[in-house]
C-alpha cells in the first residue's frame, strides 16, 4: 500500500487539534477551502469519511479521534503510517478482504462463494488478487490464499495448510476421443501434446518420477499462468499437469479427465493464512470465513 498523502494528513491533523477547518486553515497560511481538499484527499485515501457533517459544522467520527490521538504523540514516520492504516481498517465497514492467488480463486474460491454469503449474510467480502511469489501486505489483507514450498512463519500471521499442490495429467475427453488415445504408455501422451506450467519442468520432472529420464524433446505452449493452462486444457488444446485440487470439479463433471495415478508433486502447496494485525472488530468475521473454508475444503476432500 502507499503512504498516506502527508499534505492531506498535516491538514486533518490541524482540524483535528485545533477543532476546526477555519482555525486550521489559519495555522497553516492556506485557505479553508485548501484545507477542506486536503481533508477530503485524506478521507478517499482511507476509503472513509473522518468528520460527521451537519450544516457548517464537522464533527470527528471514532476512528478519526483515535487517528488524530495518535497523531499528537511524537510519533516516526513509521508509526504515523502504522496509525493511519489503523484507520483505514477500522472505519466502520467491517469489510473482510480476501487475497488470493489466480488459481484459487478461479478454481475453488469463487465457485463456493455464494454458499459462504447464504449462510453469513452479515460478513462483507472484498476478494483481490495475490500474485505468485510476491509478499502480501497483511496491513490490507484479513486472510489470503498462497501457494508455497512450507508453511510460512511469522509474528503477524497464522498458518494453516489447506490442499495439497500433487499434480496429475489430465486433458479434455474431446481430446482424447480426437486422437484415439488409449493412454496404454506413457509415450501417448506426446501425440496429444504435452501444455506446460510456466516451464517444461513439471513435465520433465513427471517423466523422471515414473522411470522415464529422457522423454524426448517437451515441445508445447508454455502458459504463465495456471488459469490459462486450464483453459487451453479444457478447449482441447493438449494434455497438463494440473493440481487435482484444483481440477477436481472439472474431473467430476467429466469436463476434464485424468490420463495417469502417477503424480507430481512441485514441493508446494496450498495454505490459508491468517493476518492478526487486524482491528477487533474484524476478528470474528475472519474466524467465521477460516471455519467455513476449513468446513467445505473437507467436504470437497469427502472427509
Request: with cysteine; aromatic share 8%.
Amino acid at each position: 500500500m502507499s503512504l498516506p498523502p502527508l499534505n492531506a494528513l498535516r491538514a486533518f491533523e490541524a482540524v483535528a487539534r485545533l477543532g476546526s477547518f477555519k482555525a486550521a486553515a489559519d495555522a497553516l497560511f492556506v485557505t479553508q477551502s485548501a484545507i477542506s481538499h486536503q481533508v477530503k484527499n485524506f478521507e478517499t485515501w482511507l476509503e472513509a469519511p473522518l468528520f460527521h457533517r451537519e450544516g457548517n459544522r464537522a464533527i470527528l467520527l471514532q476512528h478519526g479521534i483515535e487517528l488524530a490521538n495518535s497523531l499528537s504523540l511524537s510519533l516516526s514516520l513509521t508509526e504515523i503510517d502504522a496509525a493511519c492504516h489503523r484507520a483505514r481498517s477500522d472505519n466502520g465497514r467491517n469489510e473482510l478482504v480476501i487475497a488470493a492467488i489466480p488459481s484459487v480463486a478461479m478454481c475453488w474460491l469463487i465457485p463456493r462463494l455464494a454458499n459462504f454469503k447464504e449462510a453469513h449474510p452479515g460478513v462483507e467480502t472484498r476478494i483481490i488478487y495475490a500474485i505468485h511469489g510476491y509478499e502480501i501486505d497483511y496491513s490490507d489483507v484479513h486472510i489470503a490464499f498462497a501457494f508455497l514450498p512450507s508453511e510460512p512463519q511469522g509474528a503477524d500471521i497464522d498458518a494453516t495448510f489447506f490442499l495439497s499442490g500433487d499434480s496429475l495429467p489430465v486433458c479434455c475427453p474431446a481430446l482424447l476421443e480426437q486422437h484415439g488415445a488409449s493412454m496404454d504408455h506413457i509415450s501417448d501422451l506426446h501425440s496429444l501434446g504435452l501444455l506446460h506450467d510456466g516451464d517444461t519442468w513439471g513435465w520433465q520432472r513427471w517423466f523422471d518420477l515414473n522411470g522415464n529420464e529422457d522423454p524426448g524433446p517437451l515441445q508445447g505452449t508454455t502458459y504463465e499462468d495456471f488459469n490459462l493452462l486450464r483453459a487451453a486444457v479444457l478447449s482441447a488444446q493438449g494434455v497438463a499437469l494440473c493440481p487435482l485440487a484444483m481440477v477436481q470439479p472439472d474431473l467430476e463433471i467429466g469436463a476434464l479427465v485424468q490420463l495417469s495415478d502417477r503424480r507430481m508433486t512441485y514441493g508446494s502447496d496450498y495454505y490459508l493464512i491468517r493476518s492478526k494485525r487486524v482491528p477487533s472488530s474484524m476478528q470474528a468475521h475472519i474466524d467465521i470465513f477460516s471455519d467455513w473454508a476449513l468446513s467445505e475444503r473437507k467436504v470437497a476432500l469427502g472427509h
